[in-house]
């Protein structure tokens, strides 16, 4: 997989005076421009309760509480 920037590939194809168009070689690529995503911030508010948040901080604390398999020279 080969990427390049569109500003790059745009003057690269202005440079070469149109003679690359003709090519059988672009056949041999898949050449994609993909609408740019840049400064695009998708955000919604939180939700004021979350429910499973409790049975997650219970769940934390029971595997934080757990008895360790090693003792204390860490072995």
């Known amino acids: 997989m080969c990427r390049i920037q569109k500003s790059v590939l745009e003057?690269?194809?202005?440079?070469s005076g149109g003679w690359l168009g003709g090519l059988?070689?672009?056949a041999r690529f898949l050449i994609s421009w993909p609408r740019s995503t840049?400064?695009?911030r998708f955000f919604?508010?939180?939700?004021e309760d979350w429910p499973?948040?409790?049975?997650?901080k219970d769940?934390?604390?029971e595997i934080l509480d757990a008895p360790t398999l090693m003792d204390k020279n860490w072995s």
Not at 11 to 15: D, T, V
């Open 38 to 40: 840049q400064g695009t």
């Open 59 to 61: 769940r934390i604390a």
């Open 52 to 56: 499973a948040l409790d049975s997650f």
């Open 11 to 15: 003057r690269f194809f202005e440079q």
């Open 24 to 26: 059988v070689l672009w």
């Open 44 to 47: 919604t508010d939180p939700n």
